[in-house]
DNA sequence: CGGTAAGCGAGACGGTACGTCATGTCTTAAC
DNA sequence: GTTAAGACATGACGTACCGTCTCGCTTACCG
């Protein structure tokens, strides 16, 4: 076994660090993703370009951490970690789902985002990390929102809370993904609406 | 203005043309998109690097033209180009997410469909390509079923077709994207019973 | 076997070609061997790195072509290939010696030339190269004025003039290569006073 | 003026400056002057880079110190510093340069030697030392022998003991740095009959 | 005899150059 | 006039060393 020896963590640099995602952040917004590259990045964070290669295995890496990192920071200022959870599930559901429109609207998150979603549609390995350090956390909200709602008869006994988040958020990053059709919080409504009543008419008979 | 003078498309070399196709698509399979190049395709297609540059401006719109090949010769084959209606919707759209469910777990679709949808997503001129050219149509089927479905009353009279077909179409692309959870044909059933039935309990009162 | 592919040299470009040697011996002459680096040349001759990549193997490769170059044109200008024979050894000797003294205190010369001997030292291969292509050339000259000599009676009937001729030329690279002491007229003289004449008494009898 | 404050050299490891010279011969013999690196030799010693830098400026500087170190731990063992004087010069210098040739031969040697040779042909600090250390006192060895054979009449009254020397040195020096032609025991000889007996037949008169 | 300041192994850092690869443009010869 | 072939200027890649720096640690000297 031929591992690369690891470097010593508690010898970092910490503004080196801090530079970096500042620099990625700003070029990948500035430039985009494609025309960002590791020497960019490097000169703009008046950094080695080894210092880069010591501690990431890719762009789209730091990019992930960079990001994380303004994500956390935002968190931290709003700490506001949950769905609401009024009694009433379809108007709990709307803010939140409105909160995320505009969050995916906003041009600071929509940058990075896109890039970090978009390598890890075509590399797993990425998309791995990005699921379970960014994704999953935020669904899990909805997994907990959904249970509870279950527990207090506001949806369905038998239902899955994994299908059921995925029948609002799907449609939503689908639409923010491939740009088809604007992301307004109309649409935010019409998803909650239509996810919660179904499609069927009110009277139909369970098939 | 200095267009660049457009080449006489009657003149082009079809040979050439199948032979490009045939080397993106076996590269992107192969050895993933990142990694293959034009000139990768060139020389694997036993052409110049210009006869490349002369008809496309960029390595996604090669592979873009390529899969489009693959999928309009596929359907030739097939040749079944609507979602049937037997009058019986739940069973209609059971078995078209059915299908879609095999066709983006079939490794010959999707290496490239991967490759596409993530350029896309960080090329918004790519996407529009894309989705008008690929995604559309196939959406387009959903809008006339769904339609048809409203007109006999299978689905709520003010529903939007639009968002009815994203409500199943949206879950299912984002499990395929960022491979979150497995794509089964109990997650194809699963999802158009939430869809059409709702969230929540069939007794609750419209809010 | 994996040969790498050989460029076509038809198609190589002359006027790269110059600007490389023209570069090569102002940056060595500029700054040194040592700082001198192929990015450097490649800047300087306005010129892709893989140009030079392409066409030599070593940095060292570039500059024995470009200091052959060079001496080839000053020698078209010169045009005097031979060392005179006007029947006096003696005479013909001092004047090219002293010749060569100039030719080595030049700093056109000497920067290029010093680099091309110091590599020559620690690299077997360039060194050949540079013996068969440069200095072989020279020495000739000398095997032939000398063998012409020694039918004329003007050296000693068994003398090997391959050995005379490093008794001469030998001294006189010494001094340049290692600077212990400087290379002038006087010196010339006199390494070939000694080595015409010898350094034992001329009445001693021969061992 | 800011002085680097020198370091204090009684505090100095004498372990560290002995595997230092050890690494540093190794490596130059093994992978040759050009390839040995100050992180090598460090790495090899068992020693930080910052105890190299410490004490010595430069890597030729190194492999100067460790190779007069080597020269003069070979001499202690010898311990005959000195040109033999039996009467015969002839007979004396055939026995000095042999052994010359000899030691240019030997592997152990001829690495290093070669590499601080070609070093200092293009760095003249490097050379000033490289030749007052180790050159100029093996030079003085042929001063005095022939010094001594000028005044017993061995050689002729008005020769410069610098020159003749030179006129047996340089030829050996020219043929191991360019690896003209083989250094062999007969060359020797040959050598030193020419420079004692002149190229000019015995009975020529003197111009 | 305990404090302190040096040398030390280690290795992270900002840099520079390496030699390779792919880009997109250009030129040439063959058809 | 398109084509296969491939040289070209450009520029990023990921690696290797440079020489400087900062960390704890040992180790001697000195107050």
Same mark, same amino acid.
């Given at each position: 076994? /031929?591992?690369?020896?690891?470097?010593?963590?508690?010898?970092?640099? #910490?503004?080196? !660090?801090?530079?970096?995602?500042?620099?990625? +952040?700003? +070029?990948?917004?500035?430039? &985009? *993703?494609?025309?960002? /590259?590791?020497?960019?990045?490097?000169?703009?964070?008046?950094?080695?370009?080894?210092?880069? *290669? !010591?501690?990431?295995?890719?762009?789209?890496?730091?990019?992930?951490?960079?990001?994380?990192?303004?994500?956390? $920071?935002?968190?931290?200022?709003?700490?506001?970690?949950?769905? =609401?959870?009024?009694?009433?599930?379809?108007?709990?559901?709307?803010?939140?789902?409105?909160?995320?429109?505009?969050?995916?609207?906003?041009?600071?998150?929509?940058?990075?985002?896109?890039?970090?979603?978009? #390598?890890?549609?075509?590399?797993?390995?990425?998309?791995? #990390?990005?699921?379970?350090? +960014?994704?999953?956390? $935020?669904? $899990?909200?909805?997994?907990? !929102?959904?249970?509870?709602?279950?527990? /207090?008869? $506001?949806?369905?006994?038998?239902?899955?809370?994994?299908?059921? +988040? #995925?029948?609002?958020?799907? =449609?939503?990053?689908?639409?923010?993904?491939?740009? /088809?059709?604007?992301?307004?919080?109309? *649409?935010?409504?019409?998803?909650?609406?239509?996810?919660?009543?179904?499609?069927?008419?009110? &009277?139909?008979?369970?098939?």
């Amino acid at each position: 076994m /031929t591992h690369r020896k690891a470097p010593d963590s508690s010898r970092r640099s #910490e503004a080196s !660090r801090r530079a970096i995602y500042a620099a990625a +952040l700003a +070029l990948v917004g500035e430039t &985009g *993703y494609a025309k960002t /590259t590791i020497e960019g990045i490097a000169a703009r964070a008046g950094v080695g370009k080894q210092t880069i *290669y !010591r501690w990431w295995p890719s762009k789209a890496a730091v990019l992930l951490d960079a990001f994380l990192d303004l994500v956390e $920071q935002a968190a931290d200022r709003a700490a506001e970690p949950a769905i =609401p959870d009024t009694g009433d599930l379809e108007a709990d559901l709307k803010l939140v789902l409105r909160a995320t429109v505009d969050e995916l609207n906003d041009p600071a998150y929509d940058a990075p985002a896109r890039a970090l979603a978009a #390598e890890s549609v075509v590399d797993a390995r990425l998309a791995a #990390e990005f699921v379970s350090r +960014l994704l999953e956390p $935020q669904l $899990q909200l909805y997994v907990k !929102r959904l249970t509870a709602a279950r527990e /207090t008869g $506001q949806i369905r006994a038998g239902t899955d809370p994994r299908i059921a +988040l #995925e029948l609002l958020v799907g =449609p939503l990053a689908h639409r923010w993904l491939l740009r /088809t059709l604007p992301l307004t919080h109309d *649409y935010a409504d019409a998803l909650v609406d239509c996810a919660l009543y179904g499609l069927a008419p009110r &009277g139909a008979p369970r098939a």
